[in-house]
T-cell receptor, first 114, second 115 residues
Framework: KAGVTQTPRYLIKTRGQQVTLSCSPISGHRSVSWYQQTPGQGLQFLFEYFSETQRNKGNFPGRFSGRQFSNSRSEMNVSTLELGDSALYLC?????????????FGPGTRLTVT | AQTVTQSQPEMSVQEAETVTLSCTYDTSESDYYLFWYKQPPSRQMILVIRQEAYKQQNATENRFSVNFQKAAKSFSLKISDSQLGDAAMYFCAYRSQGGSEKLVFGKGTKLTVNP
């Protein structure tokens, strides 16, 4: 079974631009979560989706948004990029929420904002 | 809000030796899950071991075991017979039992394995 895939793997953007990152969960997984990883702040929760509904959101500005499609694939969007948005963005999927099922992480998208 | 603290930014161990990574957490909840994740230099985060708070027995997965002290809110990871492939960042994480898949991570411990 294929793992969680994230595209693109690397991205360079300029301040003020917007970016869209994609995450395809493991086949059959319906829950997707997003995390931002930086050297200074570590791993921080962005949001989670289940059945196309955002179930929880972390403490990030409204420039960060996401969505989930009917096939469970998820996208996150960051508008008006700032230098501080440079980070590794990780996506994780699980069979369903409210359970002890393991979350499987993707390889991440490395975003550099210049 | 829950917090997770890993007090050892870096640790090193000799191949074949045993090392223990520390983790403490703060929560007012009684039911929750605790995890240790490994992130090798390739960046793919992998689950190492999981502990349900209601279980008194410490979880074990091959060479990896935990010492879960619920009253002390402590959750340490012991790696026995360390191998070169164990070198990675190790993150301790907390998750509430219900309501969210959100993981609260510690800052991580970088483990170096010396041959």
């Amino acid at each position: 079974k294929a793992g969680v895939t994230q595209t693109p793997r690397y991205l360079i953007k300029t301040r003020g631009q917007q970016v869209t990152l994609s995450c395809s969960p493991i086949s059959g997984h319906r829950s997707v979560s997003w995390y931002q990883q930086t050297p200074g702040q570590g791993l921080q929760f962005l949001f989670e989706y289940f059945s196309e509904t955002q179930r929880n959101k972390g403490n990030f500005p409204g420039r960060f948004s996401g969505r989930q499609f009917s096939n469970s694939r998820s996208e996150m969007n960051v508008s008006t990029l700032e230098l501080g948005d440079s980070a590794l963005y990780l996506c994780a999927s699980s069979l369903r929420p409210l359970s002890s099922y393991e979350q499987y992480f993707g390889p991440g998208t490395r975003l550099t904002v210049t | 809000a829950q917090t997770v603290t890993q007090s050892q930014p870096e640790m090193s161990v000799q191949e074949a030796e045993t090392v223990t990574l520390s983790c403490t957490y703060d929560t007012s909840e009684s039911d929750y899950y605790l995890f240790w994740y490994k992130q090798p230099p390739s960046r793919q985060m992998i689950l190492v071991i999981r502990q349900e708070a209601y279980k008194q027995q410490n979880a074990t997965e091959n060479r990896f075991s935990v010492n879960f002290q619920k009253a002390a809110k402590s959750f340490s990871l012991k790696i026995s017979d360390s191998q070169l492939g164990d070198a990675a960042m190790y993150f301790c994480a907390y998750r509430s039992q219900g309501g969210s898949e959100k993981l609260v991570f510690g800052k991580g411990t970088k483990l170096t394995v010396n041959p």
